[in-house]
């Protein structure tokens, strides 16, 4: 056994794990799982994504299900956004706070049915979370039940999404509309039918029972094949994600950043009742914010990348949380967090790599917004 | 590894670099495996402006792929003829054609017999295996 065999032993895999030993897929360590990285090139793929689709296999998130007549009084506690605008069949973006506004995690919740619900966590965090989420759960009248294992996620992403999918679907997708679901069989294979996704295109996401999701991605795969999909590997979903703007959690967001300096205002509803970090939120929104979340866009040669130092002038006013190279947009690109004062579009700062001040620009968010 | 590369005439570092050796010079690049494992490579820092030189087993420059960055590691010593400029613009390069026009840089050989301490092909893959 060679270290890195010994370090596998221990990490968890998918249920695709052996899809992806077929398919070539160079599998990397991603927050103690084992998962793709890529199956052929991250450019291909991630270029694959925005001109017709790619297939992720994301069955190493988690999802708890919450049941009973507190479901909602529940969740409008756990969260800072509303969940009580939702339909039954909707979903939400949100967050897991701590008192202090620290974010535990970043999620979505489902609306089931009338008092069911199903929250979507990150994969690194799903102990944490449902360790959190059963303890805050004691003066209500829930039952809570970590589903993770039970329950298997691929991303279907890209312009050709519907149309790949349609044929394999009874459900009508042209009337599911974004953040919207519907559960219906997939090639016989029940499942929730999403339009959901991490990517900045439009696409589906399908949860299904673990124990069928090789199934479900052999027929995705193959119904997608000359449309041009492609397998794709948690390198492309970064960059892809990357260029959207969104959070990814340990980068963006932690238990010491909060989500309104990292631009996530628009999911915190203060006057929707008390919840778990309110009045921090409230404290923070009122003082306003020392730091900001800001797109960085290399003018200079290089590639910044998370943790590189931002400068303006002779002073440090932040550090990167992400960075690499966006296909899409032929730049190098990052986020990071600038001091409040500094979180200006257009402004010119300084990145250090390895030692050396590359200029950059500060840039608002997203970098890329996909044509309607 | 088996539809990898490694022809027989070159010689190899542990850090995954290549030497092709001709008289008193030596050309160096990375291996098939090396790009292999970076992936899409992106951006490459080396010492462009030739006369410089390099020291074995010290780092003459950094290589950045879509997922990371890593450093290079010269195998050799010696001071820098040529540097193969088309790897400013093109690093691609270096993924399609690791050995020919990936080349990275030509050096005058300051001490030969490091080459020594170099392995083989079959020795290499045979280290690649026992990775």
């Known amino acids: 056994m060679t270290e890195e065999d010994r370090a596998a032993a221990s990490l968890k895999r998918t249920p ?43 069955s190493h998130m988690g999802e ?92 279907l992403q890209g312009p050709e999404a519907q149309h790949i999918l349609q044929p394999l679907t009874a459900a009508d997708l042209s009337s599911i509309r974004y953040y919207h679901f519907e559960p219906g069989q997939v090639n016989g294979i029940e499942c929730i039918i999403s339009r959901t996704g991490y990517t900045g295109e439009d696409g589906f996401e399908l949860y299904c029972p673990s124990s069928r999701v090789v199934e479900l991605w052999r027929d995705v795969l193959a119904a997608g094949k000359e449309r041009g999909l492609l397998p794709a590997g948690l390198g492309a979903r970064d960059t892809l994600r990357l260029e959207a703007g969104y959070c990814l959690y340990g980068h963006e967001l932690d238990e010491a950043t909060n989500p309104l300096e990292a631009g996530l205002g628009w999911t915190i509803k203060l006057n929707k009742g008390d919840f778990i970090g309110h009045d921090a939120l409230a404290k923070i929104k009122e003082h306003g914010l020392t730091r900001k979340l800001v797109g960085i866009e290399m003018t200079g040669r290089g590639v910044c990348r998370s943790g590189y130092a931002i400068y303006a002038g002779d002073q440090q006013i932040g550090a990167l949380t992400s960075g690499a190279p966006a296909p899409t947009l032929n730049k190098n690109i990052g986020m990071g967090y600038v001091s409040a004062a500094h979180a200006v579009p257009g402004k010119t700062v300084h990145i250090d790599i390895r030692g050396k001040h590359t200029a950059a620009q500060i840039t608002a968010l997203p970098f890329y917004k996909r044509q309607k | 590894m088996a539809k990898l590369n490694h022809p027989a005439n070159l010689k190899y570092s542990k850090t995954d670099e290549w030497v092709r050796v001709d008289g008193d ?43 990371a960055t890593s450093e290079l590691v010269s195998p050799v010593s010696g001071s820098i003829t040529k540097v193969n400029e088309n790897l400013k613009d093109t690093p691609e390069l270096i993924n399609d054609s690791p050995y020919e026009q990936g080349w990275m840089f030509v050096v005058k050989l300051s001490d030969p017999a490091e080459l020594d301490h170099l392995m083989n092909a079959t020795d290499y893959l045979a280290y690649l295996e026992g990775r």
């Not at chain 1, 070539?24 to 084992?34: M, N, Q």
């Not at chain 1, 069949?89 to 620290?102: E, I, K, R, S, V």
Request: one cysteine or more; glycine letters at 6%.
């Open chain 1, 16 to 58: 695709l794990y052996h899809e992806h030993r077929a398919l070539d897929a160079r599998l990397v360590e991603f927050s103690g799982w084992e998962m793709p990285v890529q199956y052929s090139s991250i450019l291909e793929e991630h270029r694959a994504v925005r001109a017709r689709a790619g297939l992720f296999d994301v």
């Open chain 1, 64 to 155: 708890f299900r919450v049941e009973g007549q507190d479901a909602l009084a529940y969740l409008q506690y756990l969260v800072p956004n509303d969940v009580s605008k939702l339909a039954i069949h909707q979903a939400l973006y949100t967050q897991l706070c701590l008192p202090d506004a620290g974010a535990i995690d970043d999620l979505l919740i489902y609306r089931v049915g009338e008092d069911q619900y199903m929250m979507v966590v990150n994969a690194g965090n799903i102990d944490k979370d449902f360790a959190w989420a059963k303890q805050q759960s004691r003066n209500f009248d829930v039952q809570l039940s970590n589903q993770s294992d039970e329950t298997g996620l691929l991303a």
């Open chain 2, 25 to 67: 010079e030596a050309t160096v690049g990375i291996t098939d495996y090396a790009q292999d494992q970076l992936g899409d490579i992106v951006y490459i820092e080396l010492p462009w402006n030739a006369s410089q030189s390099v020291s074995a087993e010290e780092k003459f420059g950094d290589i950045e792929s879509v997922k």
